[in-house]
Nanobody, 115 residues
């Protein structure tokens, strides 16, 4: 099993920044992709960003140029730097990790952006 714990959510005004972090523990060997999804009220969970074990990154279009995903050298912590935040970014952000064809999820952290 892999346990994921997110931190760094909160409230910010439009144009502000937040940094989310997610630490993996448990059986962390062979974790491959790590990344973030988000879910706004009344909407489906949607992909935000991912980073592969070698460091290749992928972003949803709305995150490109504003969000940066990174991973520590031990490959067990993933961070999401979010700049130029918009009210549309308001959601619960979930960290995930892929290991041995299974996806593990964190409990989520709330991000609220006010106009």
């Amino acid at each position: 099993q892999v346990q994921l714990v997110e931190s760094g959510g909160g409230s910010v005004q439009a144009g502000g920044s937040l940094r989310l972090s997610c630490a993996a523990s448990g059986i962390i060997s062979s974790i491959r992709d790590m990344g973030w999804y988000r879910q706004a009220p009344g909407k489906e969970r949607e992909f935000v960003a991912r980073i592969s074990r070698p460091g290749a990154t992928t972003y949803t279009d709305s995150a490109k140029g504003r969000f940066t995903i990174s991973r520590d050298n031990a490959k067990t912590t993933v961070s999401l730097q979010m700049n130029s935040l918009k009210p549309d970014d308001t959601a619960v952000y979930f960290c995930y990790a892929d290991r041995n064809s299974r996806t593990f999820w964190g409990q989520g952290t709330q991000v609220t952006v006010s106009s």
